[in-house]
């Protein structure tokens, strides 16, 4: 049974959400046409002492949606050309979100782009800052993520990437992948 994921999925910790969400289907509808993809990389930033996170440097009017409820797109440019996709996660004033990194495409024009990486994969799916601080939870903002029950194999764990100024934050294995991609 497909259903899309709620809000309560996303109030768990961190490292479990960036877990579970392997496997799951991200789902963008532009007009009549729906953009489809599986999850296959996550990245978890897990709180204000991380020192990889937007949210080490206190609250801004950029990763202010990271200090509100689990549930909600954090959408954010990096060097000045790319956006990233993140899902909010844990509590109130508890910043923490993940990364999503990779998908496999599905249907859509995604079959004919690259999608390996978080900047390919919102270009694919034509996310910009237009998403931030809508919810994940609700087809009406056009860009949810779906449980389609699909049972998934082994998930490596591996460094997080870009994220040497992080001090021991940089070592923290919180990527996680699908070994089969």
């Given at each position: 049974m497909t259903k899309i994921i709620s809000q309560k999925f996303y109030q768990q910790p961190t490292l479990v959400v960036a877990k579970k969400l392997l496997g799951k289907y991200l789902v963008r509808k532009i007009g009549r046409q729906k953009i489809i993809g599986q999850i296959v990389e996550t990245e978890a930033y897990c709180g204000p002492h991380d020192l990889a996170s937007h949210a080490s440097r206190g609250l801004t009017e950029r990763n202010k949606v990271m200090f509100g409820p689990a549930g909600h797109w954090y959408v954010y440019l990096i060097y000045g050309m790319y956006y990233c996709l993140n899902v909010v996660t844990e509590r109130n004033n508890y910043p923490a979100a993940v990364l999503i990194r990779s998908v496999r495409p599905i249907s859509g024009p995604t079959n004919k782009m690259k999608v390996d990486g978080p900047g390919k994969l919102c270009r694919a799916f034509k996310i910009d800052k237009s998403l931030n601080q809508?919810?994940?939870?609700?087809?009406?903002?056009?860009?949810?993520?779906?449980?389609?029950?699909?049972?998934?194999?082994?998930?490596?764990?591996?460094?997080?990437?870009?994220?040497?100024?992080?001090?021991?934050?940089?070592?923290?294995?919180?990527?996680?992948?699908?070994?089969?991609?």
């Open positions: 809508k919810s994940a939870c609700q087809q009406k903002t056009k860009l949810w993520i779906e449980d389609h029950q699909i049972k998934v194999g082994a998930i490596k764990k591996a460094k997080r990437v870009g994220v040497a100024y992080a001090g021991q934050y940089q070592n923290k294995l919180w990527r996680f992948y699908l070994i089969a991609n």
